[in-house]
């Protein structure tokens, strides 16, 4: 398995801006996370999906923050209009269903480097 | 309150010597915990897991677990310069994992 694919792994935009970001999770895996990592504020969870249903968006920082999974192995997380204090670096993780297998934690991808100037 | 807490360091430890990182968490609802490790500019990866009381080993590391304390551990043994880098601290529950900001290691060649 390729593992949790994001693209793309680095975005620079300007302020005001539309950014998409993307991920291909592990097959068969029927969680999706989506975490924010700053150095002030770490690793912090903004939405996750169950069988490509949004499942809690409370970490989502505000309406210009929208997720979606359009199927299981596919999902965005959008920024629109993008600010200067949404640069961060984007991680997308999926998990089994299996709660036993949750023990294993979960599987990052590379992440994007986002940059908004 | 943060839900997972840890020293941000940077914790220096000479090579071959035990590494001790530490972390406190507030849900007693937690249900398992995790120590990922993360090198600069990387993803975190899962190094170790444990969600009973006492000790759970893997060569080098072992996690600790006091649930009455709300406590969790890593200890590396036989420190390496390869192991220097960022260790999260992680509480799961309700399928969400929730991350400590991390402790910086630095191991001392």
């Known amino acids: 398995d390729a593992g949790v694919i994001q693209s793309p792994r680095h975005e620079v935009t300007e302020m005001g801006q539309e950014v998409t970001l993307r991920c291909k999770p592990i097959s068969g895996h029927d969680y999706l996370f989506w975490y924010r990592q700053t150095m002030m504020r770490g690793l912090e969870l903004l939405i996750y999906?169950?069988?490509?249903?949004?499942?809690?968006d409370s970490g989502m920082p505000e309406d210009r923050f929208s997720a979606k999974m359009p199927n299981a192995s596919f999902s965005t997380l959008k920024i629109q209009p993008s600010e200067p204090r949404d640069s961060a670096v984007y991680f997308c993780?999926?998990?089994?269903?299996?709660?036993?297998?949750?023990?294993?934690?979960?599987?990052f991808g590379s992440g994007t480097r986002l940059t908004v100037v | 309150q943060k839900e997972v807490e840890q020293n941000s360091g940077p914790l220096s430890v000479p090579e071959g010597a035990i590494a001790s990182l530490n972390c406190t968490y507030s849900d007693r609802g937690s249900q398992s915990f995790f120590w990922y490790r993360q090198y600069s500019g990387k993803s975190p990866e899962l190094i170790m897991s444990?969600?009973?009381?006492g000790d759970q080993e893997d060569g080098r590391f072992t996690a600790q677990l006091n649930k009455a304390s709300q406590y969790v551990s890593l200890l590396i043994r036989d420190s390496q310069p390869s192991d220097s880098a960022t260790y999260l601290c992680?509480?799961?529950?309700?399928?969400?994992?929730?991350f400590g900001k991390g402790t910086r290691l630095h191991i001392l060649p």
């Open positions: 992680a509480a799961h529950r309700d399928d969400k994992i929730i």
């Open positions: 993780a999926s998990s089994p269903l299996d709660r036993a297998d949750l023990l294993n934690g979960y599987t």
């Open positions: 444990i969600y009973s009381n």
């Open positions: 999906f169950n069988n490509n249903v949004p499942i809690d």
